[in-house]
């Protein structure tokens, strides 16, 4: 039981080409999908969670020249077990506090949702978000989650990417009939404010899935870096395209107004984005199970020598899911959570890790681009983690979680002077009509 020293299974060296196969057969019969599920499964955790194109490439590739096949065995076998121990720790607390920001979510999004059907009372308990988060919990992340093998999430990636794309349009019309209503804050077109390393931290947190990549690496029907590099170059395109658009289209509607949570942003009278919520919430909960596997896997592998019986499979499952939801039902700011977890946890893994670990096993000459581009990454990794961390717990950002924007008051209310945030808003706005959401 335990670590037992985590002996990787050293494959004989090939070229990084269409014949290297980094995976034993024996270890994935049965357990393959098409490269097009393999995107949806990648491209799901890139919009739930994420990418960085290189990164990941050059994770595989350290694979490949230490012949292993997991992150964990990648990072023993270079740099022991102290890193292998890092490792460990900070790749079961990135998908574990993504569980508990997916949960935040699911409870947020849902909840509003189910407060316009018409005859039900707002403060009724059974559209809380506290209940909303242990039913979708009990009736679907858990029984999605305790599955064993990540290609039969191909299909509910496939669900969770068509109704992101739904998602996007409701928003990009948003910018066009609710945009011109918003008050724009004071500088909100200036670039790069002090508070980008905080940005930086909360996008790190998004476009990572090196703590799942070997997952739906594996998932392939014949695993090669060349085809793992064409998988991983398709899904960054979609995935920062949909997430550029995102971006964009929430920041031109309520520039400096913009919350974690960008849904908390509209007003909940607004049919549309009703509709809109309800299917982020669906995505989320389907986005969740890819984060769950991965925290189980690093149990299996520090605890049980990387093999579950299938009743430990449910039992470890079942107490990582109520741990999760248990911090998720006492925390209710995304923000926060999204920073915290991208400077500590989701820095390392992307910039800091890969690059050590492929600067240590290449033998390839300095002047290599690989080696240059490692040898860039890794100390932009440190200065993110180190200073991000300190802007995050000295200047954490405002949560307005639950609370109507100004901006959604009724028409019969007097707004003269307005403070929100730490904007200082002073110039009096009339209230937006809410006909336009009709």
Excluded at 117 to 138: W, Y
Excluded at 226 to 244: G, R
Excluded at 255 to 267: A, H, K, P, V
Aim: aromatic content about 12%.
């Amino acid at each position: 039981m335990g670590y037992q020293g985590q002996q990787p299974v050293v494959l004989p060296q090939r070229d990084l080409d269409d014949k290297e196969t980094l995976v034993s057969e024996h270890k994935h019969k049965g357990k393959t999908c098409r490269q097009s599920a393999a995107v949806f499964n990648v491209v799901n955790s890139i919009i739930g969670s994420g990418v960085i194109d290189f990164s990941l490439v050059l994770l595989i590739k350290g694979g490949a020249l230490s012949g292993t096949d997991t992150y964990q065995s990648l990072v023993n076998k270079t740099f022991g077990f102290p890193g292998y121990l890092l490792l460990s720790i900070l790749q079961f607390f990135y998908p574990f506090i993504a569980m508990i920001s997916y949960n935040i979510i699911t409870g947020d999004t849902l909840s509003k949702v189910f407060q316009r059907i018409p005859g039900v009372d707002p403060e009724n308990f059974f559209i809380g978000r506290h209940f909303i988060i242990v039913l979708s919990t009990v009736a679907f992340t858990l029984p999605l989650s305790l599955y064993r093998d990540v290609a039969k999430l191909g299909k509910i990636s496939l669900t969770s990417t068509v109704l992101t794309t739904l998602i996007l349009g409701i928003v990009m019309t948003r910018v066009i009939s609710l945009g011109p209503h918003i008050p724009k804050t004071e500088d909100a077109w200036v670039f790069a404010k002090p508070s980008a390393i905080q940005a930086i931290g909360v996008m790190s947190f998004a476009f990572i899935c090196h703590h799942n990549c070997f997952l739906v690496y594996g998932s392939l029907e014949e695993p090669t870096v060349a085809k793992w590099s064409c998988i991983i170059h398709v899904s960054t395109l979609v995935s920062v395209f949909i997430s550029l658009l995102f971006a964009t289209c929430g920041y031109l509607t309520f520039t400096g107004f913009t919350q974690g949570d960008l849904f908390e942003n509209y007003c909940r009278n607004d049919d549309l984005v009703t509709f809109g919520r309800f299917c982020y919430g669906v995505t989320v909960i389907l986005t969740y199970p890819i984060e769950c596997f991965v925290t189980r896997e690093v149990i299996a592998n520090v605890f049980f020598g990387g093999n579950l019986s299938s009743v430990f499979h449910v039992i470890v499952t079942v107490v990582i899911i109520t741990a999760a939801t248990l911090v998720s039902l006492l925390i209710d700011c995304l923000g926060i959570v999204l920073e915290l977890s991208g400077v500590l946890c989701a820095a390392p893994l992307i910039f800091i890790i890969p690059s050590a670990c492929y600067l240590k096993l290449s033998e390839e000459p300095r002047t290599h681009s690989d080696k240059i581009m490692s040898c860039v990454m890794l100390p932009i990794g440190a200065v993110v983690m180190v200073v991000g961390f300190v802007m995050a717990v000295t200047n954490p950002q405002d949560c307005t979680h639950g609370q109507e924007m100004f901006y959604c008051f009724p028409d019969n209310v007097s707004l003269t002077s307005i403070s929100v945030s730490h904007f200082q808003l002073t110039t009096p706005f009339s209230v937006l009509n809410l006909s336009i959401f009709q």
